[in-house]
C-alpha cells in the first residue's frame, strides 16, 4: 500500500507544481463611460482556443498562458470589440483591465417596444431607437427630459424655463392634432403604462420627469403609426419605453454616487434688456437694473446649490437577481422663490423558480416637493424703467419688489407616486412562449398656490384685495391600470423558413379625480388654511377612460436575414361615440439584412439592412366630448335649473394615424461608422376639429367632429463615427439631425380656426401657424424731426402687406403667414474623445431651426408699456414701420413681436476620469469614476431677434400643448449654465 502510494503523492506534488508555475491572465472588462463591470463579455487569446467569459463583477480568469506576446480580445453584444497585445513571462500572472465603448448599430439587440415579443432588431421593419442612459451616471442629468434631449433623431425636447423643476414638451414626428391636448408620447415603464401628464401652474410641471435617470438601464422609442399599431388607440403620437435596471448573477455590485454643483444666471445684465423713456426735460434716459444698480443682482439671484446622493445595490444568483436603489435631489433656483426636492426609490426582482417560468416584480416610489418660481421677481426687471424719485421703495421695479413678489406668491407642486408592476413570462414548450403583465401607476398630486396675507412692506405694492392673500388648492388622483398578455408560438416551416405568429390581448385604464378648493382674503396675517379665508368655493371633477385591445402578428423569417410581418389590431374606447363601432389598426412591415446575402460584395459594409414598413394608430377624442352634457344653474325662483352645455357626437372617433416608413441601417469600416437613415410620410385623418353648433339647441360649446386631416413628413438621420483610434486616444463623433414638414391638409370648415392672440389652423399652413400684419409703409404725423409732436405715426398713412408684398389697409384682411411653432430641423452634433483608458471627454451642441415664437415680453416693452428704444426715439430707428407697429400694437397684433426662434447652443461639456484601482482600494472600493460637467454654456449662434435679452429656447409648455399654442415666453428665467462635480464608487 505505501509502495503504490508514494509515486502518486510524487505525481501530484509534480502537477501542484506546474499548476503554481503556469502562466494567467486576469483583469476586469469596464464599460468606458460610466465604468461599471460588464458581465458575460467574451474574452480571448486570439488563435490559442483560451477564453471565457467574465462575472458579474466584470472580471475574468485565462489559466494555463503560453509565454510570449498574445493578442487578447473582448466582445460583448452592444460594445466593440477591443484588441490589447499581453506579454506573459514564464510563472507570471499578468492583471490587463479593459475598456469597452459603446457600438451605436446593434442587429442582434433585443428590444420589446412595438413588438409582440421580444425581437431582435433585425426582425423589425420600423425604427426603433434605442437610448443607453448610462449617461445618467456621471453627468449632471437631471431628469428624463434632459436624457432625451438632443440624443435621438426626431424626439424634439422643447425647454420651458431655466426655473428648476419645470417641464419641457417632448413632441415626436411634429404635430399631429389640431386638438388643445398634450400630442406627446405614450410612456411606459417596465411594460406598465404611466401618467405623462402635463400639470400646470405659475410653471407647467412634467410628470415623466418624476423618474430617476440614474435608475434607467434604456429608452426605447417608437415614433409613429408606423411602428405604434400594436399599441393601438392613443399610440399615434409614439412610444416611449423606459426599462429601468434590473440584477445579475455573481456577488452584490454596490454603487454610490454623489453630485454636487452651481448653477446661476450667467451676465444677467447682458441678458436683461434695457429701457428707455423720456425726462422731464425730454432728455432720453435708460436704465438697466442690474447695470445701473448691481446690488439689485443679489436682492434678485443667487448661485443655486444642486446636489444629488444615490445608492444602489444588484446580485443574485441563476434562480433569483435583485436590484435595489435610492436616491435624493436637491436643486436650488436662482431665484429665492425657487427650488426643487425629488426622492426615488426602487425594487426590481426576478426569480425562475422553474426552468420555464420567469417572474418579475418592478416597483418604484418617488416623492417631489417643488416650489415653483413663475414670472416674478424676474419679470419686475424686464420692466424696470428709470425711477423718477430716488427714495422711491419700488426701486424702478414696475409694480413690486423681488422680496415683496417672493413673500406674496408661493406656488408648490407636491406629488406622491408608486408605480408597480407583476410580469410572468412561462415557456412551456420550445416554440411557444406567453407573458402577462398587471401594472398600476398611482399620482397623488397637490397644486397649491398661496398668497399670504401681506406684511405692510410687501402690501404697499399691491391692492387691498391682494395684500389680504387667499389660496388655491387643488388636489389630484390619478391611476394608470395596464393587463396585457401576450404569447407567440414559432415554428420552422423549412430549413429556412421560420414562421412567429402573436396574439395580444390589453386593457387599459385611466381615471383623474381632482377636487378643487378655493379661498381668498384671510382676516388677518398669520392665516393661511382655505378654511380660515372669508370668499370660499369649492369644484370637483372625475374623468375616467377605458381602453381594450386585440391583436395578432404573424411573422415570416427567411434564412435569418429576410422578415416580413403583419398584423391587425382592434380596439374600442370608452371616449368613442355610442353609434362608432370597432376601430381596426393594420400594420406591415420588412427588414432585409442585405449584407449578409452571399451576392453582397461590398468589404467595406460590416452590415448593411433595409427596412420598410406601414402602419396605423389611433389617438382618442377627449373624455366626455362623445356625450350630450347638461350644466346646473341658478334659477329665478332662488332653486337650481339644468342647462344645455355640451352638444356631443354620438359618431365621434378616434383621430386615425397612417404612416410610411422606410430607411436603412449601416456598419462600415470594421465597426468605425455606423448610419441610421429614415424617411417617413405621416397622414392623420379623421382630425378632431371643433366647429359651433346652431345656438337654437341652446348649447354653448363647441363640437368635436372627425373632419380633419394632416400631413408630417421628413428625415431622420443619426451618424456615429470614430475618426481616430489608436492606443493614445479615441476620437467618436455623433451627428442626429432630423426634418419635419406639417401641414394642415383638410381643415373641413371654411375659412380658419383661431386659437390665439395669432395662432390658427388654416388648410396649406403647418398645425398652429402664426399670423399677423406686416406694415410695408408708414409716416410720421409731421416732419420736425426735433419737434417731440412729430414722433408719433400717422394712422392713416399706414399700410400693410397683403401676403404679395402690395400695400392695403392694416385690417384683419391683411394679416399673413409669419411662421410656425415646430422647428423644421433639429440638429445635434457630440464628440467623445478617450484619451488613454481612463480619461474621457464629451461634448454636444444642439440647435432647433425654422420654428417661430410669439415675443410677449417684447408686445409689453414695444406695445403695452413703450419703454423699447424705438418707443422713447423712433426718429433715429432706422425702419419706420416697426415703429408704427411698436406704436399701434396696444390695439392690435403686428410682426414686430411674432419672429424665427432658430438657435444652435454649445449644450453640455464633461471630463471623466476612471479613478486607478490604487486609489479606490484605500477607500474600500473596486471602481470609481469623478466628472466635471457643465451645461448652457453659451449661444454658438440664433437669428432671434431678442437675443441676448429673451432666450430663443424658451417656451411656455402649457401653451404649447393646452392652452392656444401660442410659442410664446413671457418673463421666464432662461436656460440655466451649471457646472457639476459628479464622484461614482462601486464595490
Not at 311 to 319: K, M, N, R
Not at 344 to 353: D, E, I, K, Y
Not at 887 to 892: N, P, R, S, V, W
Not at 928 to 955: C, F, K, Q, Y
Request: proline share 4%.
Amino acid at each position: 500500500m505505501g509502495t503504490r502510494t508514494l509515486p502518486v503523492l510524487a505525481a501530484m506534488l509534480f502537477a501542484a507544481t506546474s499548476l503554481a508555475e503556469a502562466q494567467t491572465v486576469t483583469g476586469v472588462v469596464r464599460d468606458q463611460t460610466t465604468g461599471n463591470p460588464i458581465e458575460a463579455a467574451q474574452v480571448f487569446l486570439e488563435d490559442l482556443g483560451i477564453g471565457g467569459l467574465t462575472q458579474a463583477n466584470g472580471q475574468y480568469l485565462l489559466l494555463n498562458v503560453p509565454t510570449g506576446t498574445h493578442t487578447l480580445t473582448v466582445q460583448s453584444l452592444g460594445y466593440r470589440s477591443e484588441s490589447v497585445e499581453v506579454t506573459v513571462a514564464a510563472g507570471q500572472t499578468v492583471t490587463r483591465n479593459i475598456f469597452v465603448s459603446q457600438q451605436a448599430l446593434q442587429l442582434d439587440e433585443v428590444v420589446v417596444t412595438g413588438t409582440a415579443s421580444a425581437s431582435r432588431v433585425r426582425e423589425i421593419g420600423n425604427s426603433v431607437a434605442v437610448l443607453d442612459a448610462d449617461v445618467a451616471e456621471v453627468q449632471p442629468i437631471n431628469n428624463v427630459s434632459d436624457l432625451l434631449r438632443g440624443r435621438l433623431a426626431g424626439v424634439v425636447v422643447q425647454q420651458g424655463s431655466g426655473d428648476v423643476g419645470t417641464a419641457s414638451t417632448i413632441k415626436i414626428r411634429g404635430s399631429s392634432t389640431m386638438r388643445l391636448v398634450n400630442d406627446g408620447p405614450l410612456v411606459y415603464i417596465d411594460g406598465v403604462r404611466v401618467s405623462n401628464r402635463m400639470e400646470s401652474g405659475s410653471r407647467d410641471v412634467s410628470r415623466i420627469d418624476d423618474l430617476d435617470p440614474t435608475m434607467i438601464e434604456s429608452m426605447e422609442v417608437i415614433k409613429g403609426p408606423a411602428a405604434a399599431t400594436l399599441y393601438g388607440t392613443e399610440a399615434a403620437n409614439g412610444v416611449i419605453n423606459i426599462r429601468t435596471k434590473g440584477g445579475g448573477v455573481g456577488e452584490a455590485q454596490w454603487n454610490f454616487t454623489m453630485r454636487q454643483g452651481a448653477q446661476w444666471f450667467r451676465d444677467a445684465a447682458g441678458r436683461t434688456p434695457t429701457n428707455y423713456t423720456r425726462g422731464p426735460s425730454d432728455e432720453l434716459r435708460e436704465f438697466n437694473i442690474f447695470r445701473d444698480r448691481p446690488e439689485e443682482l443679489d436682492v434678485m439671484f443667487r448661485t443655486g446649490h444642486a446636489q444629488f446622493y444615490g445608492l444602489d445595490v444588484s446580485g443574485g444568483t441563476d434562480a433569483f437577481q435583485y436590484f435595489v436603489a435610492a436616491s435624493a435631489s436637491s436643486d436650488e433656483g436662482v431665484t429665492y422663490n425657487s427650488w426643487a426636492r425629488r426622492y426615488n426609490g426602487r425594487l426590481n426582482l426576478s426569480a425562475q423558480p422553474t426552468d420555464d417560468l420567469t417572474l418579475a416584480v418592478n416597483a418604484g416610489v418617488g416623492l417631489t416637493r417643488i416650489r415653483l418660481g413663475g414670472d416674478n421677481p424676474y419679470e419686475e426687471a424686464v420692466r424696470a424703467t428709470f425711477p423718477e424719485d430716488p427714495d422711491d421703495p419700488l426701486r424702478g421695479y414696475f409694480r413690486a419688489t423681488p422680496e415683496a413678489w417672493i413673500e406674496q406668491f408661493d406656488d408648490r407642486n407636491n406629488a406622491n407616486r408608486m408605480t408597480a408592476g407583476v410580469t410572468a413570462s412561462h415557456n412551456p414548450f420550445d416554440w411557444f412562449t406567453h407573458r402577462l403583465t398587471f401594472g398600476l401607476d398611482l399620482t397623488d398630486q397637490l397644486e397649491d398656490q398661496l398668497n399670504p396675507f401681506l406684511s405692510p412692506q410687501s402690501a404697499q405694492f399691491f391692492s387691498t384685495t391682494a395684500a389680504q392673500g387667499g389660496r388655491r388648492q387643488n388636489r389630484e388622483s390619478v391611476v394608470y391600470t395596464t393587463f396585457d398578455y401576450a404569447a407567440s408560438g414559432t415554428r420552422d416551416v423549412s430549413e429556412t423558413v421560420r414562421s412567429t405568429t402573436s396574439v395580444g390581448f390589453q386593457v387599459y385604464t385611466r381615471r383623474i379625480e381632482d377636487v378643487t378648493a378655493d379661498g381668498d382674503r384671510f382676516p388677518a396675517f398669520g392665516l393661511s388654511a382655505v378654511s380660515a379665508a372669508g370668499q370660499r368655493t369649492g369644484d370637483d371633477n372625475l374623468i375616467e377612460n377605458n381602453t381594450v385591445g386585440v391583436y395578432l402578428q404573424q411573422q415570416f423569417g427567411f434564412n435569418d436575414r429576410f422578415f416580413i410581418t403583419g398584423a391587425i389590431r382592434a380596439d374600442d374606447n370608452s371616449s368613442f361615440g355610442s353609434d362608432f363601432d370597432l376601430v381596426y389598426y393594420p400594420k406591415v412591415s420588412a427588414s432585409w439584412v442585405v449584407s449578409e446575402e452571399g451576392f453582397w460584395g461590398v468589404d467595406f459594409f460590416d452590415s448593411f439592412r433595409l427596412r420598410a414598413a406601414y402602419g396605423e394608430s389611433g389617438q382618442q377624442p377627449d373624455g366626455f366630448a362623445a356625450l350630450r352634457s347638461f350644466t346646473t344653474r341658478d334659477s329665478p325662483t332662488g332653486s337650481s335649473t339644468v342647462t344645455p352645455d355640451s352638444p356631443g357626437n354620438s359618431q365621434l372617433g378616434p383621430e386615425v394615424g397612417r404612416e410610411i416608413e422606410a430607411g436603412f441601417d449601416a456598419a462600415l469600416f470594421g465597426g468605425r461608422v455606423s448610419v441610421d437613415f429614415t424617411y417617413y410620410d405621416q397622414t392623420t385623418s379623421n382630425a378632431i376639429v371643433s366647429r359651433n353648433v346652431a345656438p337654437s339647441g341652446g348649447f354653448t360649446n363647441q363640437q368635436d367632429i372627425n373632419i380633419g386631416e394632416i400631413n408630417n413628413r421628413g428625415i431622420e438621420l443619426g451618424l456615429n463615427a470614430r475618426l481616430v483610434e489608436s492606443d493614445a486616444l479615441d476620437w467618436d463623433m455623433l451627428v442626429n439631425a432630423s426634418t419635419n414638414r406639417n401641414r394642415v391638409t383638410e381643415l373641413g370648415l371654411a375659412g380658419f380656426l383661431q386659437l390665439g392672440w395669432t395662432t390658427r389652423h388654416t388648410e396649406g399652413y403647418p398645425v398652429g401657424s402664426m399670423f399677423a400684419p406686416k406694415v410695408i409703409q408708414a409716416d410720421f404725423v409731421c416732419a420736425d424731426a426735433n419737434d417731440p409732436a412729430c414722433r408719433g405715426i400717422d394712422v392713416s398713412s399706414m399700410l400693410c402687406d397683403n401676403g404679395q408684398g402690395v400695400g392695403v389697409a392694416c385690417n384683419p384682411d391683411a394679416w399673413i403667414y409669419q411662421g410656425h411653432p415646430d422647428p423644421n430641423l433639429e440638429l445635434s452634433i457630440g464628440s467623445s474623445f478617450t484619451i488613454g483608458d481612463r480619461l474621457t471627454i464629451d461634448a454636444l451642441a444642439q440647435g432647433k431651426f425654422g420654428q417661430t415664437k410669439y415675443d410677449l415680453q417684447g408686445w409689453w416693452r414695444y406695445a403695452a408699456l413703450q419703454t423699447a428704444l424705438l418707443n422713447a426715439d423712433p426718429r433715429n430707428h432706422d425702419d419706420i414701420t416697426e415703429v408704427a407697429e411698436a406704436q399701434e400694437g396696444a390695439f392690435g397684433e403686428f410682426a414686430l413681436w411674432v419672429n424665427e426662434a432658430s438657435f444652435f447652443r454649445f449644450r453640455e461639456v464633461s471630463a471623466t476620469y476612471q479613478l486607478p484601482g490604487s486609489i479606490v482600494e484605500k477607500i474600500g472600493s473596486t471602481r470609481g469614476s469623478v466628472s466635471l460637467s457643465a451645461r448652457n454654456l453659451g449661444m454658438i449662434w440664433t437669428n432671434w431677434p431678442e437675443w441676448p435679452h429673451h432666450d430663443p429656447e424658451v417656451i411656455d409648455p402649457s401653451n404649447t400643448f393646452s392652452g392656444n399654442r401660442e410659442p410664446q415666453e413671457d418673463s421666464a428665467v432662461p436656460p440655466l449654465t451649471s457646472l457639476t462635480l459628479t464622484i461614482r464608487l462601486g464595490m
